[in-house]
């Protein structure tokens, strides 16, 4: 199993984050690019989104533009054997181990010349869980540099207050309000690119996005988030999903932990009724 560094571990403690360069071996990075490609080439048949490709505006066969495969580890065995048993589960067991339950994942593509936004969040208040614990590794499958949209992190913020990501009206919106975002420490923001294999861990309260991709290259991010066992979910929302919070380390926590700081609760979306951070931004921002 390969191990963080002490440095890197503690970095993470203190900043919330990691971006190790061209960590993922190639051949992993090459198996999950040609699956992300099958994908791609499909949605150039659908003229709406399906259960597995969400599509953005603009989608056209000659220009797909795709937001993201929702749920990826459902979709595809090289995506599942990736996601229960690939080496970022090493990255996830050596830094919230030994018990760890893998959540979710996603594939959010950022497509060339459109690919939209998604404003600064946490992710925590999408699915609520009894401590602060869960994490997001990303991979990023092509070289992503800094005109291509990579994400954007606020470095320490998970230290930082919990917004609830809704509107002045208490509309749910997914995102920190303008007033919000106005005081975060700009000279804390940290764009992380970096070449193809390159990996991303932000905790769960970490401040984060990223811009349009405005570039002609698609910026396809593979997105996975695993959570100590003992962090326990307080919403329904990933029951109906395949793979939703099995144990990929360890077994079942002895107990629940539980943090004093309280998260805000997101809308009572039920099991499994929200599609994706961006329709939601979209249509409550856009
Ligand atoms: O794809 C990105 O750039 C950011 C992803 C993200 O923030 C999310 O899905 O919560």
Same mark, same amino acid.
Not at 25 to 36: E, I
Not at 193 to 214: D, F, I, K, Y
């Given at each position: 199993?390969?191990?963080?560094?002490?440095?890197?571990?503690? =970095?993470?403690?203190?900043? +919330?984050?990691?971006?190790?360069? +061209?960590?993922?071996?190639?051949?992993?990075?090459?198996?999950?690019?040609?699956?992300?490609?099958?994908?791609?080439?499909? %949605?150039?048949?659908?003229?709406?989104?399906?259960?597995?490709?969400?599509?953005?505006?603009?989608?056209?066969?000659?220009?797909?533009?795709?937001?993201?495969?929702?749920?990826?580890?459902?979709?595809?065995?090289?995506?599942?054997?990736?996601?229960?048993?690939?080496?970022?589960?090493?990255?996830?067991?050596?830094?919230? !181990?030994?018990?760890?339950?893998?959540?979710?994942?996603?594939?959010?593509?950022?497509?060339?010349?459109?690919?939209?936004?998604? =404003?600064?969040?946490?992710?925590?208040?999408?699915?609520?869980?009894?401590?602060?614990?869960?994490?997001?590794? !990303?991979?990023?499958?092509?070289?992503?540099?800094?005109?291509?949209?990579?994400? !954007?992190?606020?470095?320490? %913020?998970?230290?930082?207050?919990?917004?609830?990501?809704?509107?002045?009206?208490?509309?749910?919106? !997914?995102?920190? %309000?303008?007033?919000?975002?106005?005081?975060?420490? &700009?000279? &804390?923001?940290?764009?992380?690119?970096?070449?193809?294999?390159?990996?991303?861990?932000?905790?769960?309260?970490?401040?984060?996005?990223?811009?349009? /991709?405005?570039?002609?290259?698609?910026?396809?991010?593979?997105?996975?988030?695993?959570?100590?066992?003992?962090?326990?979910?307080?919403?329904?929302?990933?029951?109906?999903?395949?793979?939703? /919070?099995?144990?990929?380390?360890?077994?079942?926590?002895?107990?629940?932990?539980?943090?004093?700081?309280?998260?805000?609760?997101?809308?009572?979306?039920?099991?499994?009724?929200? %599609?994706?951070?961006?329709?939601?931004?979209?249509?409550?921002?856009?």
């Amino acid at each position: 199993m390969r191990r963080l560094t002490p440095d890197e571990k503690a =970095r993470y403690a203190r900043e +919330g984050y990691l971006c190790l360069e +061209g960590w993922l071996d190639p051949d992993w990075v090459d198996r999950l690019a040609a699956v992300a490609d099958a994908f791609v080439e499909r %949605s150039r048949t659908l003229s709406q989104s399906t259960a597995d490709i969400l599509l953005g505006p603009g989608h056209t066969p000659e220009h797909p533009m795709l937001r993201r495969i929702p749920q990826t580890v459902a979709f595809h065995p090289v995506f599942e054997a990736f996601g229960l048993t690939g080496p970022i589960v090493d990255l996830a067991e050596d830094l919230l !181990g030994p018990d760890v339950r893998f959540h979710h994942s996603k594939l959010n593509f950022k497509s060339a010349g459109g690919g939209e936004e998604i =404003r600064w969040h946490q992710d925590i208040q999408f699915w609520p869980h009894s401590n602060y614990g869960p994490l997001t590794i !990303g991979v990023y499958l092509t070289d992503v540099d800094d005109d291509m949209a990579p994400m !954007g992190v606020f470095a320490g %913020s998970h230290r930082g207050p919990l917004s609830r990501l809704r509107d002045d009206q208490g509309a749910w919106t !997914g995102a920190l %309000s303008d007033a919000e975002a106005a005081r975060l420490d &700009a000279s &804390a923001l940290r764009w992380l690119a970096g070449p193809r294999g390159t990996v991303t861990v932000h905790n769960c309260r970490v401040v984060h996005g990223s811009r349009a /991709n405005l570039s002609p290259r698609m910026r396809p991010l593979l997105l996975h988030t695993y959570a100590p066992c003992d962090a326990i979910p307080l919403t329904r929302i990933m029951d109906p999903v395949k793979f939703a /919070n099995v144990i990929v380390r360890g077994g079942p926590p002895a107990y629940a932990r539980f943090d004093a700081d309280p998260c805000p609760m997101p809308p009572d979306w039920g099991a499994g009724e929200y %599609s994706s951070i961006f329709s939601v931004q979209q249509e409550k921002l856009g």
